[in-house]
């Protein structure tokens, strides 16, 4: 059973989020594929470290982003996004590490439950990153000593 699906109503207008999205879930579904075959643990894992990597970028990189949309109307949005955001990052490093997270007995249970919460983030990139498409700012504001280059994408 496939949780997330890629469709065109997913994509934002901005080149590096949309390829990072549909990269995401391209190892979702693979991963998906995987917990339907009864979850070789050792694929698993490898998938969800790759997933986990790449997550980690992207967050960085849409985080820098959602803290140019003015507190005093997106603030409490983005906080409570950036927290899902943890939250992905945490669970998907402790399946990276080879131990799912408390709650969860199966891969199966826990993918069902994951695979939702980052769609519904997703959904809700919809609405961020498009308030800022809005406003014509496609990129991070620049913070001192960090550096938001990701993983070969130019800036856009
Ligand atoms: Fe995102
Ligand atoms: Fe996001």
Known sequence: ????VWSDSLELGH???????RLLMDIAADIEVIVDDGGNLAVLQSLYQEFH??????????????????????????DSHCQGHAR???QARSVA????PEGYDTHRVFANAYFQLM?????DDAELIGALIREGRHAPRPMPGHSSSGYGHPPV
């Open 15 to 21: 080149e590096r989020i949309d390829a990072e999205h």
């Open 53 to 78: 990597r790449l997550l980690q970028i992207h967050c960085a990189y849409e985080e820098g982003l959602l803290r140019s949309l003015p507190h005093s109307v997106f603030g409490a949005q983005v």
């Open 88 to 90: 992905l990052i945490t």
């Open 1 to 4: 059973m496939q949780t997330v």
């Open 119 to 123: 769609h519904d983030l997703l959904i």
């Open 97 to 100: 590490d080879g131990s799912l």
